[in-house]
């Protein structure tokens, strides 16, 4: 028998990973066959399951009222035993595959977020329903035994990178197998996310350390890799209110989320943590010796804030760079921040040429040295002050006045004419990119030299600023 219709990519993401859960429950039982996989599944979607598949198949032979318990059942077996025998149809092309065979009807009983059947103007040619093959509705059929419940719809998550995508489906089947063998799973898995930002970035997280053909880049012999994209369709088909969104983990961003992870994960959890927020538990304050947020009446573990609203994700995956650059610069006030991550972040997502990163760091150095506390207050105030353009650059030509007067001898200026248009102010680049990232570098050098400068500048001032 060949099943390659049953499992080959096809590009739709609901065919995908019915696809995939056919695979491996035909790996875990080979000596079943294509009926009995189907059996099993409605086995479980009837009997443990209780019908509860209204997000997935609207008024199906699962989940109308009228076909609850062994009647459902019956009537499902009968209706895909009919699809392999082939009853039924007519011959075209189906819509998924693009294989030509005997194509079926496909609306919201058996298919998900199409058009409804009994409203045929939903479908071309006024047809009953989307013209499918028997393997792209049979897959379809397994689709709930992969995916999870996040908040009051359900998660697909699909990769450009097939490995990524197996990885969640059987992470998914291997955890309904577990709580159906302890007789406690009523429906399908709920993650422990509402939110899809915050699960997106744990699906991320899971990826990064468990699917290693991911985060491993055989030509440059890196640990993470810039080419693997997550997209996660978060949908309900229920009643009259269906609605699917997409939310897009970009490659760019997969990749300096795997850096920090993999090469800077004490820096980076330090400053992520910090960022949760709870409107629900006011006046916390994050405890970086416990990784605990605590206020005056109780204190929680990373556990419970986790689900909690996460600016700098939010920022991340919006591409709010002003919002996520001012997170960092009020983190690096108070704490050590790599600053190998924020060039990772302005290289690889920003497109900032290396050389402005370099020249950075050198007027941070240039600024520190042989400076007094005050002094560096003064610096600090005074370039958190600029507030245009031509103020950051007249701020710069007055370092280049006090290179030169300490440093008479010395034939290369501080700031050449190439580094002023090419890397300092290039097309393209923001003025107030380069006074946060010379604050960054001050403040983390400073870290470095276990020295501290009290600064006046207040939180407030920064979120005013960003949101």
Not at 92 to 121: E, W
Not at 199 to 210: K, L, P, V, W
Not at 377 to 395: C, E, F, M, P, V
Not at 445 to 456: G, I, P
Request: proline share 2%; hydrophobic share 35%; glycine share 6%.
């Amino acid at each position: 028998m060949n099943n390659k219709q049953y499992i080959c990519s096809t590009g739709d993401p609901f065919a995908d990973i019915g696809g995939f859960v056919f695979e491996d429950l035909q790996n875990k039982w080979p000596e079943k066959s294509i009926i009995g996989l189907v059996e099993y599944a409605t086995d479980i979607y009837v009997n443990k399951w209780d019908n509860n598949l209204h997000s997935f198949f609207l008024n199906s032979t699962i989940t109308h009222n009228s076909n609850k318990g062994q009647k459902g059942y019956n009537k499902t077996i009968e209706y895909y035993k009919n699809l392999i025998d082939g009853i039924g149809g007519e011959e075209g092309y189906c819509r998924i595959t693009g294989q030509k065979t005997k194509v079926f009807p496909a609306a919201r009983d058996n298919h998900i977020m199409s058009g409804s059947a009994t409203l045929i103007n939903f479908h071309h040619g006024f047809e009953s329903g989307l013209q499918l093959s028997k393997e792209a509705l049979i897959r379809i059929f397994f689709v709930p035994l992969g995916v999870e419940q996040l908040g009051d719809k359900v998660a697909v998550l699909i990769s450009n990178k097939p490995d990524v995508t197996r990885f969640f489906v059987e992470k998914n089947i291997e955890e309904n197998i577990r709580a159906l063998g302890s007789n406690i799973s009523k429906s399908i898995l709920r993650s422990d996310f509402s939110n899809p930002v915050n699960a997106i970035f744990d699906y991320a997280r899971q990826c990064i350390e468990g699917v290693k053909t991911a985060t491993y880049d055989q030509e440059s012999e890196q640990s993470y890799t810039k080419d693997v994209t997550l997209n996660l369709f978060h949908f309900t088909n229920f009643g009259a209110s269906p609605t699917i969104s997409l939310i897009t983990f970009p490659a760019t961003i997969f990749a300096f989320y795997a850096y920090c992870l993999l090469y800077h994960k004490k820096d980076w959890n330090n400053f992520v943590f910090r960022q949760y927020s709870s409107s629900k538990f006011k006046n916390a304050v994050y405890d970086a010796s416990t990784k605990e947020w605590k206020n005056a009446k109780e204190q929680v573990s990373y556990e419970t804030y986790r689900v909690w609203r996460n600016r700098s994700f939010e920022y991340l995956l919006n591409g709010n760079s002003e919002g996520f650059r001012r997170l960092v610069l009020w983190h690096s006030k108070k704490e050590a921040f790599s600053f190998q991550i924020v060039e990772q972040y302005q290289i690889n997502i920003r497109n900032m040429d290396k050389r402005t990163l370099a020249k950075i760091l050198e007027l941070a150095d240039f600024i520190i040295a042989d400076s007094g506390d005050d002094e560096i207050k003064k610096a600090i105030t005074r370039i958190n002050g600029q507030r245009s353009s031509n103020d950051l650059r007249r701020y710069l030509l007055t370092l280049v006045s006090g290179y030169n007067i300490k440093h008479p001898d010395k034939e290369k200026p501080l700031i050449t004419m190439d580094d002023y248009a090419n890397y300092l102010f290039p097309d393209g680049t923001y003025w107030n990119e380069i006074r946060d990232l010379l604050l960054i570098a001050i403040y983390q050098r400073l870290h470095e030299m276990n020295k501290s400068v009290d600064v006046e500048l207040e939180e407030e001032e920064i979120e005013n600023e960003i949101d």
